[in-house]
């Protein structure tokens, strides 16, 4: 069994930063890629921005250029910075990470951590 534990979110103003954090413990291999997804009140959940085990990226248009997703391997943990915050950002950042245990590849999810950004 995994488990993520997500920290880091809170209310701040429009144009404010802060800094997700989600650490993965338990029986596991290893983990393969790590995200941050976000869902909004009445809306589905979308891919905030993902990282490979070898350090790619990618992100979503929406975040581009504001948002920087990291990993640290050796603590089995993933961040996401966020800075230029808008009100739209608004919304529960959920992290998941997709771990592999012999020849099963499972995706875990936090949480959610609730990032409130005001107007």
């Known amino acids: 069994q995994v488990q993520l534990v997500e920290s880091g979110g809170g209310l701040v103003q429009a144009g404010g930063s802060l800094r997700l954090s989600c650490a993965a413990s338990?029986?596991?291999?290893?983990?393969?890629?790590m995200g941050w997804y976000r869902q909004a009140p009445g809306k589905p959940r979308e891919l905030v921005a993902i990282i490979s085990s070898g350090g790619g990226t990618n992100y979503a248009d929406s975040v581009k250029g504001r948002f920087t997703i990291s990993r640290d391997n050796a603590k089995n943990s993933v961040y996401l910075q966020m800075n230029s915050l808008r009100p739209e950002d608004t919304a529960v950042y959920y992290c998941?990470?997709?771990?592999?245990?012999?020849?099963?590849?499972?995706?875990?999810w936090g949480q959610g951590t609730q990032v409130t950004v005001s107007s």
């Open positions: 998941n990470a997709a771990v592999v245990a012999g020849t099963y590849l499972t995706g875990y």
């Open positions: 338990g029986s596991m291999f290893s983990i393969n890629a």
